[in-house]
């Protein structure tokens, strides 16, 4: 069973909010990943961190952002979001090459 | 770069059938191989690997085998089940500058019905 979790579970907003997607571990990995699932279930990973303080973008570009400011949590910030950001947003973290993901929370920008 | 290919779904089967889910893979080196499932409204779960060529990874009915000479990790299950519906992502693992992550091919539907 896996200990990961994302808040919130669906997300709803207007153009122009600042949002927050949450992802915490109890796992004490140091690998922690976000993916962005498409509609066509593609998944892009956009965001990794391989330690506290450690950030780094993945392949696909995102306007979101990341930090890693506690091994535990590795929370994804979108500052203005728009409707091109709506998706489903997969957070994962990872020991060696086995990872663990979240149930995931599906964005919607009106 | 490396990548992974997979054949396009849905597939659609009936219950106890015979079950193939094709994978390709481009790498350079001999990357881990993975298939992850995602069942509806869930993340995804780590179905089984495997970490050197001809090896077979196994799991609740499910096998793949590592074919280096043909690039391929096909998915395979003698008699499925309505349970199993769900989408199934094949990946490998890449390795660069000392950080390693996962690439997931587009995944696979399929549905199971009585």
């Known amino acids: 069973e896996a200990d990961i979790y994302q808040t919130p579970r669906y997300l709803v907003i207007g153009t122009g909010k600042k949002i927050t997607l949450e992802c915490s571990q109890t796992?004490?990995?140091?690998?922690m990943y976000w993916y962005q699932q498409d509609p066509g279930m593609e998944l892009h990973l956009i965001h990794y961190?391989?330690?506290?303080?450690?950030?780094e973008k993945g392949d696909l570009s995102s306007e979101s952002t990341v930090s890693r400011i506690r091994t535990e949590h590795f929370p994804l910030t979108l500052e203005s979001a728009r409707p091109s950001h709506t998706s489903q947003y997969l957070c994962?973290?990872?020991?060696?090459?086995?990872?663990?993901f979240g149930s995931g929370t599906q964005l919607s920008v009106l | 770069g490396n990548s992974v290919t997979q054949m396009e779904g849905p597939v659609t089967l009936s219950e106890e059938a015979f079950l193939t889910i094709n994978c390709t893979y481009t790498a350079t080196g001999y990357p881990s191989l993975f298939w992850y499932v995602q069942y509806p409204g869930e993340g995804l779960q780590l179905l089984l690997k495997a970490t050197k060529a001809d090896d077979k990874g196994s799991n609740k009915g499910f096998e793949a085998t590592y074919r280096k000479e043909t690039t391929s990790f096909h998915l395979e299950k003698g008699s499925v089940q309505v349970s199993d519906s769900a989408v199934y992502f094949c990946?490998?693992?890449?390795?660069?500058?000392?950080?390693?992550?996962?690439?997931f091919g587009a995944g696979t539907r399929l549905a199971v019905h009585p």
């Open positions: 994962a973290s990872g020991d060696r090459e086995k990872l663990f």
């Open positions: 990946a490998l693992s890449e390795s660069s500058g000392g950080y390693n992550k996962l690439i």
């Open positions: 961190s391989y330690g506290v303080n450690s950030t």
């Open positions: 796992m004490g990995h140091d690998k």
